[in-house]
């Protein structure tokens, strides 16, 4: 069983639609989340970061953690075509170095 | 302006043949770490360093190797290229001071014959 499970997708929205994108893991000692947003043969970037449980808007964009269930997700309002990218769940521990776990990302597409 | 950057961006090369793929910061950050990306894995650590002199093995470190002799530079061999080491590469650095955000560099397309 993989540490961060994340579904691959593709999915599919028209303009405008609410996405929800997901994360579920196993390590209840994760205490950073990240989504990394990724367009085709580019390098990830930073989207919006949580620390421990809670919400976190920024624009168009709210994360979700919720401990309790080992779940995390990524809402997008008034999805636009230009948010057509790869989405990937991170998180780390609070201790014992930086290194995160990445889930597999979905590959979201938004059709004008 | 920082940046991350990695040379070269694709490389063809030869089963048993040496490889090194280049990594370089001007962020000045103590934290380097090597990526591989492949479908249906995401990205999986392959090494990384906290500092100058200091290496680390991550998930899926055999068949490669890191050395880190100054803060900008964090090249990663593969020591003997095999088939399936065909992938993308990710080159990404973070500061010290607990920041979360990791850089990432545009990435190496190496396909290995």
């Known amino acids: 069983q993989k540490e961060v499970e994340q579904d691959p997708g593709p999915l599919s929205v028209p303009e405008g639609a609410i996405v929800s994108l997901n994360c579920t893991y196993s390590?209840?000692?994760?205490?950073?989340f990240m989504w990394y947003r990724q367009y085709s043969r580019k390098g990830p970037e930073l989207l919006m970061y949580?620390?421990?449980?809670g919400n976190k808007e920024d624009g168009r964009f709210t994360a979700q953690v919720d401990k309790s269930s080992k779940y995390i997700s990524l809402f997008i309002r008034d999805s636009q075509p230009s948010d057509s990218a790869t989405y990937l769940c991170?998180?780390?521990?609070?201790?014992?170095?930086?290194?995160?776990?990445f889930g597999a990302g979905t590959r979201l597409f938004v059709k004008a | 302006d920082a940046e991350i950057t990695q040379s070269p961006r694709h490389k063809i090369t030869e089963t048993g043949r040496q490889v090194t793929l280049a990594c370089h910061q001007t962020?000045?950050?103590?934290?380097m770490f090597w990526y591989r990306q492949d479908l249906g894995h995401g990205l999986r650590l392959i090494h990384y360093?906290?500092?100058?002199?200091?290496?680390n093995k991550g998930e899926v470190s055999d068949g490669y190797s890191v050395s880190r002799s100054n803060t900008e530079d964090l090249p990663l061999t593969l020591e003997s290229a095999a088939s399936s080491q065909t992938s993308v590469y990710f080159c990404?650095?973070?500061?010290?001071?607990?920041?979360?955000?990791?850089?990432f560099g545009p990435g190496t397309r190496l396909t290995v014959l």
């Open positions: 990404a650095s973070s500061e010290t001071g607990g920041g979360n955000e990791q850089f």
């Open positions: 390590n209840s000692a994760f205490q950073y």
């Open positions: 949580t620390y421990s449980s």
């Open positions: 991170a998180m780390r521990l609070h201790t014992g170095g930086f290194k995160t776990i």
């Open positions: 962020w000045n950050h103590n934290n």
């Open positions: 360093s906290y500092g100058v002199q200091d290496t």
